[in-house]
């Protein structure tokens, strides 16, 4: 048996998932308003429940910081304080872009 290129395996999963989008449509299942907040919020969901990431959220909403642009205009210190309640906020302002 032939080994697949690491590539391939991207292709098919692309695939996948086009047949499943096509067959079944958008689920809408995840919370967010822009598909930015619904990536943000899967990150900051990680080891916490979800009333703590809803604070985050509301935090970075409040301080009109729920864009990339204004995610990396803004120190690393900064960014762990408004996302703080959603727990080890340290880790994820690194894996949101700092």
């Known amino acids: ?37 619904i990536a943000v919020g899967a990150i900051l969901t990680q080891n916490t429940n979800w009333g703590n990431v809803e604070k985050a959220i509301g935090n970075l909403k409040k301080a009109r910081a729920l864009d990339a642009k204004a995610l990396l205009g803004m ?4 960014l762990a304080s408004l996302i703080r309640p959603a727990g080890y906020f340290n880790i994820k302002a690194e894996r949101l872009g700092h």
Request: hydrophobic share 30%.
């Open 75 to 78: 120190s690393h210190a900064e």
């Open 1 to 37: 048996m032939a080994k697949r290129k690491q590539t391939d395996h991207g292709k098919v999963l692309t695939e996948i998932y086009n047949i499943l989008h096509k067959t079944f449509g958008s689920q809408h299942w995840w919370p967010g308003d822009t598909p930015f907040e």
